[in-house]
Every structure is written in structure tokens, then in C-alpha cells.
């Protein structure tokens, strides 16, 4: 059960993250990112290395869009 919970939380995170501003902004889709890898981390979906890694993807995939923004991509 917990690794059938753990890999549908992943796969909500990954699927958020390949579909940037179709919800939302750069900006809220980082911070929506930030606060489930938190989420999964309370609620023992993951590990702290785990979370670490999941909010270094974030912050490198909204440091991407802010640098194509600014390019004027």
C-alpha cells in the first residue's frame, strides 16, 4: 500500500513539473512543487533525500523558465 501511495505522489509531482503554466505561472507551479515535496515528506511518502532532490528539480526547472523569460522566450 505505502509503495503504491508513495508512486502515485511521485507521479503527481513529475506530472506537474512536465506541464509548466498550463495551471499556472512559473512561480505558482514552483511553489506548488515546493509544498507537495513537503507534503510527501510528512506525510512519509519520502525520504529527506528524496524531498531535497525533488525541490533541486524544481528550483533548476524555475530557474529555467525565469532565464527563458528574461531571453525572451
Same mark, same amino acid.
Given at each position: 500500500? +505505502?509503495?503504491?501511495?508513495?508512486?502515485?505522489? !511521485?507521479?503527481?509531482?513529475q @506530472?506537474?513539473?512536465?506541464?509548466?503554466?498550463?495551471?499556472?505561472?512559473?512561480? *505558482?507551479?514552483?511553489?506548488?512543487? !515546493?509544498? !507537495?515535496?513537503?507534503? +510527501?515528506?510528512?506525510?512519509?511518502?519520502?525520504?529527506?533525500?528524496?524531498?531535497?532532490? !525533488?525541490?533541486? *528539480?524544481?528550483?533548476?526547472?524555475?530557474?529555467? @523558465?525565469? *532565464?527563458?523569460?528574461?531571453?525572451?522566450?
Open positions: 500500500m +505505502y509503495e503504491d501511495r508513495k508512486a502515485q505522489a !511521485l507521479e503527481t509531482w @506530472s506537474m513539473l512536465a506541464m509548466p503554466e498550463i495551471r499556472a505561472t512559473a512561480q *505558482e507551479q514552483y511553489e506548488e512543487l !515546493l509544498r !507537495l515535496a513537503e507534503d +510527501y515528506s510528512i506525510k512519509g511518502f519520502i525520504n529527506r533525500d528524496e524531498r531535497k532532490g !525533488l525541490v533541486m *528539480e524544481a528550483t533548476k526547472r524555475y530557474a529555467h @523558465s525565469v *532565464e527563458d523569460v528574461h531571453k525572451g522566450a
